[in-house]
Nanobody, 123 residues
Framework: QVQLVESGGGLVQAGGSLRMSCAAS????????LGWFRQAPGKEREFVSA????????LYGDSVKGRFTISRDNAKNTVYLQMNSLKPEDTAVYYC????????????????WGQGTQVTVSS
């Protein structure tokens, strides 16, 4: 059983940056693909980014391309999401998720989920 704990969310002004972390425990971290999703009130969960177990395959959602960067440190069992040029529409609860091996943009294909962390971008 893998436990995921997100941190680093918070309140930031538009144009600012945040770096979120997701620490994993249990399981074999370096065999999992890690993903970030977000959900705003009244909206469906949206794919943000994902990185494969090797780190060689990386995907981004269209709305965050060029602004967000995903990375992982297998030695620390942690995946990061660097978010730059934040916009009010980035406001959401951000979730970290894990699945075996390769990346996916589909939330239901992820097995393990964190509890989520709030990101609020003020205009």
């Amino acid at each position: 059983q893998v436990q995921l704990v997100e941190s680093g969310g918070g309140l930031v002004q538009a144009g600012g940056s945040l770096r979120m972390s997701c620490a994993a425990s249990g399981g074999t971290f370096n065999l999992y693909a890690l993903g970030w999703f977000r959900q705003a009130p009244g909206k469906e969960r949206e794919f943000v980014s994902a990185i494969s177990w090797t780190g060689r395959s990386i995907l981004y959602g269209d709305s965050v391309k060029g602004r967000f960067t995903i990375s992982r440190d297998n030695a620390k069992n942690t995946v990061y999401l660097q978010m730059n040029s934040l916009k009010p529409e980035d406001t959401a609860v951000y979730y970290c998720a894990a699945r075996d091996w390769e990346v996916s943009t589909t939330a239901r294909e992820y097995t393990y989920w964190g509890q989520g962390t709030q990101v609020t971008v003020s205009s």
